[in-house]
């Protein structure tokens, strides 16, 4: 459902609503400042002006004194305002191609959630700013690479910064197109172009490790979604294999209680729940390609291969990884994460304190447990594509799952192939960022996170696996339609019939010759994008 409103306090977002405003349905969700927070906000800056604003002020880090090793020199009353636009000069020093919008999108959500706390001393019209331009869909270029993680994303942000604050440097996607900032402030009509940053707010705006966050978050549930349907194309590959099923069965895993690894076995028996194509019936036909000695009386399988028997103890710890990986995510979304921190006084009046919470340390390590995990899923799913082409492996399905004049057609073994290039991909990807630490700006940032790398790479190895799991949906399913009739007299489980029929609805199964096998690997791992097949399952046999 479109979500109808959302008003900011800095405590109570959730990932769902950061979803719902990265990746909106329909009309854009409204977002505003809370009305808690706006006063909180106030007071804070009354008495900031009132009380601060002048030269005798005692130095506070950043508020009236440089950054890094210019933390000792005071910044004077007259240059704050001036201060603010050279901060964010001199730290957008980003690299690369721009984020992608959702990416966008939900850092402005983060970054004015995070201000909406009240610990950085941002006004009020910051956070009006910030949000003006997520209502408005005007999404500020940030280029990908140039942030170590610590003293938060610094350079990413610092972009974020200078087209909120109405620089001509500055430019931003609007309605399609990549514009100035100014240029997208006026046709949005959302108020002055130069919008005046005060005091401690520059600052404010580049520290954090919000991008970090933005990424791991729109990574974390897009590996959820990917989990869900990888347990679906298992599904269907066990279907296509007539696998031996016992390695389902309940008792055994209440053997080894596992939260994740009772999970993905209860799924594959609501997905195959009645079946008879995974039958000791079903594995007794003898398919075509089969290596079975005519005059040799068929015997039980007994157990199946890893990749087949193996999923729940493979699938079960990428649940509960991330499980952890959303509890991390979750404190990071209603966290205070810049440098320092203004906190009220007993008695009245408020305290700076100097602090770390710009470190993404936490974010770091989650998203390269998120790599891990995800890359492994990949690869178990990788290994099931290849048995599905070999008829040694499949026990008897066609070669190379091939239709049409052999020898003149191939078959599928070249998108196999490219399934596994994105598996030697993703395990370069898996080599940890959050380990690696080179000290910056003049050893001050001696250690740093490398966090926004470490979630950049998690999400490719997402992006990757995603075509890896729509992939096996495809071949599973021209398995299935290649032997339909040789065992005809036995049915697909209730969910992985669902599955199957959707994949038919969306890509007629090849039955002609090879054909331009590019167009159907976008439409297989469009599955997972859209989560078409996940649906039609859930319409049957309920929730995943």
Known sequence: ???????????????????QVARPEGALPPVALAASARQRLQDCRTFIEATWMHDEAPLMYSFNTGVGLLKDTRVKVEHIDLFQTQLIKAHAAGLGEPFPEDVSRATLLLRANALASGYSAAGPELVDRLLAFLNAGIHPVMPQKGSVGASGDLAPLAYLAAAVAGFEEAEVFYQGLRMSAPEAIRKANIGPVNFELKAKEASALVNGSTVSLAVAVLAARDARNLLLDACVSLGLTLEAMRAELSAFDERIHEARPHAGQRKVADLVRRLLAGSTRASHEARAVALPEELRRTDQPYTPRIQDVYSLRCTPQV???????????????????????????????????????????????????????????????????????????????????PRNLMSGIRGVNTGYTVVQCSMSALVMENRTLCMPGSVDSVPAKGNSEDHVSNSTWCARKAATVVANTQYIVGVELLLAAQALTMTAESLRDFRLGVGTQAAYDEVRRQIPACLDGDRWFHDDIQTARSFVLSGSVRAAVERTIGPL
Not at 1 to 19: I, Q, R, Y
Not at 361 to 370: S, T
């Open 315 to 397: 699938y079960g710890p990428v649940f509960e990884a991330l499980d952890y990986i959303d509890g991390i995510l979750g404190t990071e979304l209603n966290s205070a994460t810049d440098n320092p921190l203004i906190f009220p006084k007993e008695g009245g009046g408020f305290e700076i304190i100097s602090g770390g919470h710009f470190h993404g340390q936490y974010l770091a390590q989650a998203m390269d447990l998120l790599a891990i995990a995800v890359a492994d899923l990949g690869s178990i799913c990788e290994r099931r594509i290849a048995r599905l082409i070999d008829p040694s492996l499949s026990w008897g399905l």
């Open 1 to 19: 459902m479109p979500m109808e409103s959302l008003a900011l306090d800095g405590f109570s977002l959730t990932m769902h609503h950061v979803l």
